[in-house]
């Protein structure tokens, strides 16, 4: 790339060099895309212009733009608000009122065909749709008016994915996802409760630099972050495996960093790749299970809001991964928790794992202390 560009990105979004490089190689890393792929996306995100951005908000918590925002990683939001530029956003929006009505459709008219439609919050279809209304119009009215000259349209979290939260039983508004109701066109999903942002950012650095969305499973989710099973890739696997599980919050077992399956973990009917690029923000190395809370399934639609936490989970492969998790041992303080978790799991490994597994989880019995240590 030539030096006056990374000069004009390091002035546009107040990165090093190095950092933008370094983080066109994450983008590249996590849609999985083979060598050469991040200078193609370095050289897009420098030179393409930014797409115009339509972003609405129905029945929902704002979560998904709070996750963007709020991230820690202090370029995140910087990324996000250069890289695409944010015509209509009702929280982030300065005008107010008719104003912005007025602007959102003197952008749709200037960007026929070019803009991008990102929805977030389920729409209410009961009684035409009446439950939410924006502008004086109805989410129903205002998806469709927005859809029709998009150039492509995301559904950003579980409640614009299938309905979420707002469409549990009984789902008193007739709640429901962005791609039932815009059946004649392609929405892709990217649910999560809220959804990572890098697998926002993801789809749209895909779209800029190769003019196209991801390619998606039948779900309509990008292959790349919902084609494994969390349970796959879980630091906690290794005790799944050798039958150790926290049976109540709290005991023994949940204090080591054991397997959170008998606590309703939904892992392992779960697609998400929050295990690999981790939650919150990339590099803090928090996600749900990491910090001791069962996944609940909140990409998965039929999981998330709908399937009791007290049920198990429906167990899709039962035979042991092929890989596990690099055990990294902390220097000076001892071993931190994952450490400790994966060091144990790894030890379990050793003394024949299937046994294991098929005794402890045919166990109902509430634990009693020989159910730790004897492995
Ligand atoms: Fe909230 Fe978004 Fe959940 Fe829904 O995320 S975080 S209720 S998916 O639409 O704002
Ligand atoms: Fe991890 Fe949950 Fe699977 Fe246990 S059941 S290994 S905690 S995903
Ligand atoms: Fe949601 Fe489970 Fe990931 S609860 S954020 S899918 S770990």
Redesign the pocket.
């Known amino acids: 790339m030539k030096d006056s560009m990374l000069t004009a990105i390091e002035t546009r979004l107040g990165l090093s060099r190095r950092s933008f490089m370094q983080f066109c190689a994450a983008m590249a890393a996590t849609m999985g895309l083979p060598k050469g792929a991040d200078a193609q996306i370095a050289h897009a995100l420098v030179s393409a212009k930014r797409p115009p951005v339509i972003w609405l908000h129905f029945q929902?918590?704002?979560?998904?733009t709070e996750s963007m925002l709020r991230a820690e990683h202090p370029t995140l939001e910087k990324l996000i608000l250069d890289i695409i530029s944010l015509d209509y956003h009702e929280t982030l929006f300065a005008a107010a009122g008719h104003q912005a009505e007025a602007a959102r459709r003197a952008s749709m008219a200037a960007n026929k065909g070019k803009y991008l439609l990102v929805v977030?919050?389920a729409i209410p279809t009961k009684d035409n749709g009446i439950y939410c209304k924006v502008g004086g119009q109805t989410a129903l009215e205002m998806v469709h008016e927005c859809a029709a000259d998009a150039a492509a349209i995301i559904a950003i979290?579980?409640?614009?994915s299938w309905g979420?939260?707002p469409s549990t039983s009984p789902n008193p508004t007739g709640a429901t996802g962005a791609p039932v109701i815009l059946k004649d066109k392609s929405v892709v999903t990217i649910p999560?409760?809220?959804?990572n942002p890098y697998n926002f950012l993801s789809t749209v650095v895909h779209y800029l630099t190769f003019g196209k969305l991801p390619e998606v499973d039948a779900k309509g989710r990008p292959k790349f972050a919902y084609s494994r099973l969390i349970h796959e890739n879980c630091e906690r696997r290794p005790h799944f495996d050798a039958g150790r599980f926290a049976q109540e919050f709290g005991d023994e077992g949940h204090r080591k960093g054991y397997c959170l399956y008998k606590l309703g973990c939904k892992g392992p009917e779960t697609y998400a790749n929050c295990p690999s690029i981790l939650f919150g923000d990339v590099g803090s190395g928090s996600w749900p299970v990491g910090t001791g809370h069962p996944c609940i399934g909140c990409t998965e639609q039929g999981i998330g809001f709908q399937k009791p936490i007290y049920e198990l989970a429906e167990l899709k492969y039962v035979l042991p991964p092929v890989g596990y998790p690099h055990i990294v041992e902390e220097q000076g303080q001892g071993m931190s928790a994952g450490s400790a978790a994966l060091v144990a799991g790894v030890g379990g490994l050793a003394v024949g794992a299937g046994a294991m597994m098929a005794r402890n989880l045919g166990k109902n019995k509430k634990p009693d202390d020989t159910d730790f240590g004897k492995e």
Do not use: D, K, Q, R
């Open positions: 929902e918590c704002t979560g998904c977030e919050g979290g579980s409640c614009a979420g939260m999560g409760c809220p959804p």
